[in-house]
């Protein structure tokens, strides 16, 4: 397969600055403009067969750490696939306007000064934009003109895979995340929104108070970058992503275009706009779809959406991810974000929290957090209130506690606190089956239909608890407390201080 390097695209309004300062887009092809600027963007001219040749490809490039790329040929399409555009955490810093080079811990905390709703601005509403240049609507409506394709040989069929999924709530206030939609016909999709997500929480609302037919929905495919790490961050119920983003955007507002058919607003700049509805007693059998923990979940029942319109820009991009790959362009998009709004859950609620970590290795199923331990029987203590915490306790298989002299970032300092102050028989804490997530494959029981709501909507799954601090006496232990092997500090500043002097310098 030939990899095509073209001279750069031009593309009007990019700002660019220093390397290390923000970079600003208004939409995606500004952002992949500046990625071939920087050589990290690759127009695939060769004619690509299918999805399942696209899928190896992406599984390829992510192990690489390689380039986004631009496949212009897919068979029988005229709309080229865009993908791995979040394929390395270089690419993530200049989605979210930071500067490249740094480490996962530096991008969190990043993240989390940009979580601080006063350097957020409201999006701006605009009377049009690119995402109307073309309007399809009633018999025109015909998904099957983009390449929405079966990715992988197992799935149960064509998937959109980076949808911003829109809905809104008279009390919550708007929603946009990313929700898997399969493909059944050209007018409707599945739509993987369960009651432990926003819009799942929505829909159940909108049900309960008698709403006729179905949710309005929208769905934005292909738009500013930055649109995406919004739509991955957990933020709080009447938090808009749409604000949100414009702190990724050195402060510049999201211009928004109202919906043609449904009265809901969407990315002006987006490539293309499904509107439609989510139908409340219509569910669909979907998938197996090869998920992002890396593996195939068994077909579900999940609602449908109708499409009742579609616009987009003249010679739109497709813009898709696969999920499955550890560190690859998916998990990547997630990462920091999730990382990020765990940390902030956490300091709210455990006593005495130090740091917070979602080891990537564990696909958001692992937590790890680091105390500041005051009385016996604390660790314990951190670990329910842990359990507490939404995240945990709709997601999260496993939660260790340790000390603040370990490193959560560091699995090696992990290890050591596993391996030297666990006592198994005192310090692990196992719960009953707990009604979780239904994504989780560790959950031994998941019904395809939930009597509550008709749907695949969770998996029972017990958590574990391990309380990694070094015990005390008073918590269980009659020897006296491990004393970890460091020099005296006041001894070791000594040397320090006299480094030099020993003829060691750097």
């Known amino acids: 397969m030939r990899f095509n390097q073209e001279p750069p695209l031009i593309a009007p309004n990019l700002i660019l600055m220093k390397e290390r300062r923000q970079i600003m887009y208004t939409d995606l092809r500004e952002y992949l403009a500046d990625l071939e600027n920087r050589r ?5 001219k060769e004619e690509i067969t299918d ?8 599984w390829e490039l992510n192990k690489k750490s390689g380039p986004a790329v631009i496949l212009e040929n897919v068979k029988g399409f005229d709309v080229p696939v865009v993908t791995n555009i979040f394929g390395t955490m270089n690419r993530f810093a200049s989605s979210c306007g ?28 605009v009377k049009s934009g690119p995402c109307k240049e073309v309007i399809l ?4 409506v015909d998904l099957g003109k983009f390449p929405i394709l079966q990715w992988h040989p197992d799935d149960g069929g064509a998937y959109i895979t980076l949808p911003i999924v829109i809905a809104k709530d008279d009390k919550f206030g708007r929603n946009a995340g990313i929700y898997r939609m399969m493909v059944h016909d050209n007018r409707s999709t599945g739509i993987m929104c369960n009651i432990f997500q926003d819009q799942g929480i929505y829909m159940g609302k909108a049900k309960k108070k008698g709403q006729q037919s179905g949710m309005p929905c929208a769905v934005a495919i292909g738009a500013d970058p930055s649109l995406y790490i ?3 961050t957990k933020l709080r119920f009447n938090e808009d992503e749409f604000a949100f983003a414009s702190a990724l955007r050195d402060g510049a507002p999201i211009d928004m275009v109202k919906c043609e058919t449904i009265d809901m607003e969407v990315p002006a700049s987006s490539e293309i706009v499904l509107e439609g509805e989510i139908a409340f007693n219509r569910g669909k059998m979907e998938g197996p779809f090869g998920e992002w923990m ?13 499409v009742k319109c579609i616009t987009h820009r003249r010679n739109p991009l497709y813009l898709m991810t696969i999920e499955g790959p550890q560190m690859g362009d998916a998990e990547i998009l997630r990462m920091i974000p999730q990382i990020a709004t765990f940390t902030v859950q956490a300091k709210e609620r455990i006593t005495g929290f130090v740091d917070g970590w979602l080891p990537p290795a564990g696909r958001n199923y692992s937590a790890f957090i680091s105390i500041k331990k005051r009385y016996p029987g604390w660790g314990k203590t951190a670990i329910y209130q842990a359990f507490s915490m939404p995240y945990i306790a709709s997601s999260a298989n496993l939660v260790i506690v340790t000390d603040d002299d370990i490193d959560v970032t560091n ?13 198994p028989y005192q310090d692990v804490i196992i719960t009953p089956p707990i009604g979780g997530y239904p994504l989780n494959p560790a959950g031994s029981v998941r019904p395809v239909e939930f009597p509550n709501t008709g749907l695949t909507d969770i998996t029972f799954a017990s958590k574990i608890g391990i309380d990694a601090t070094l015990k ?6 009659t020897r006296p407390t491990a004393q970890p092997v460091k020099p005296r500090e006041e001894i070791l500043q000594r040397v320090i201080a006299k480094w030099n002097d020993y003829g060691l310098a750097d």
């Open 40 to 44: 990290e963007l690759v127009r695939v």
């Open 230 to 232: 919004a739509a991955v």
């Open 98 to 125: 930071f500067p490249r080079g740094l480490s996962i811990n530096e991008y969190r905390d990043l993240f989390l000064n940009r979580l601080d709703k006063s350097k957020w601005i409201p999006p701006r509403l």
């Open 51 to 58: 999805g399942h040749e696209i899928f190896s490809l992406i």
């Open 411 to 423: 699995p090696d300092d992990v290890v050591w606190a596993l391996s030297t102050r666990v006592d």
């Open 137 to 140: 609507s009633g018999k025109e």
């Open 294 to 306: 890396g593996y195939f979940e068994e077909g579900m029942l999940l609602p449908v959406f109708e």
């Open 472 to 477: 005390w006496q008073g918590e269980g232990r």
